[in-house]
């Protein structure tokens, strides 16, 4: 199975803050990776998929990058409602396993 | 509007079963592979199982294989989840996922005596 490390898993920032996070895969995936946000109780929303394409209607401040084993998440400018918890998973080969998670707090 | 609503969770003693079902809407569901991801209490997502757009190809996470069997329904637009010989690690929210883009709000199984 590929296995996907995310790095931090807790990251504190404040609202206006550029924000980086870091996927690793114990693989090459390509290009097959997504990125997700979940807030508390609701389900996970996709931002981008594949590893640099923003979904419609995700903010320009998300941005996506990376291909092989390396990918990165980069928030431009932390806004109020970024605050939640960001999984990558790839989609290279089954299972379609999920990095653990980097929980986004306000400093 | 795309929807997808879970139903059928619940608690269930070890070694039980339990059928979810996920009701689709307001997409063609036929043109799309369909997902289960679950979330065990306060942990990350884990991939379980999905299944091609006719119900030709499924594929499972290893921990639940020879015990949970993905289904549709294509003129229902319903997708299913059968769950066998339960554990307590089988305890998360169940959620239903159009390929990876459109989620459910999730079903809660617990699995306890």
């Known amino acids: 199975d590929i296995q996907l490390t995310q790095s931090p898993s807790f990251l504190s920032a404040s609202v206006g803050d550029r924000v980086t996070i870091t996927c690793r895969a114990s693989?090459?995936?390509?290009?097959?990776l997504a990125w997700y946000q979940q807030k508390p109780g609701k389900a996970p929303k996709l931002l981008i998929h594949?590893?640099?394409t923003l979904r419609s209607g995700v903010p320009s401040r998300f941005s996506g990058s990376g291909s092989g084993t390396e990918f990165t998440l980069t928030i431009s400018s932390l806004q109020p409602e970024d605050f939640a918890t960001y999984y990558c998973q790839q989609l290279n080969s089954y299972p379609r396993t999920f990095g653990q998670g980097t929980n986004l707090e306000i400093k | 509007e795309v929807q997808l609503v879970e139903s059928g969770g619940g608690l269930v003693q070890p070694g039980g079963s339990l059928r979810l079902s996920c009701a689709a809407s307001g997409f063609t569901f036929s043109d799309y592979w369909m997902s289960w991801v679950r979330q065990a209490p306060g942990k990350g997502l884990e991939w379980v199982a999905n299944?091609?757009?006719?119900?030709?190809?499924?594929n499972y996470v290893d921990s639940v294989k020879g015990r949970f069997t993905i289904s549709r329904d294509n003129a229902k637009n319903s997708l299913y989840l059968q769950m066998n010989s339960l554990r307590a690690e089988d305890t998360a929210v169940y959620y239903c996922?159009?390929?990876?883009?459109?989620w459910g709000q999730g079903t809660l199984v617990t699995v306890s005596s």
């Open positions: 594949p590893a640099s």
């Open positions: 693989q090459g995936i390509s290009s097959y």
């Open positions: 299944i091609q757009k006719d119900g030709s190809e499924k």
């Open positions: 996922a159009r390929h990876i883009d459109y």
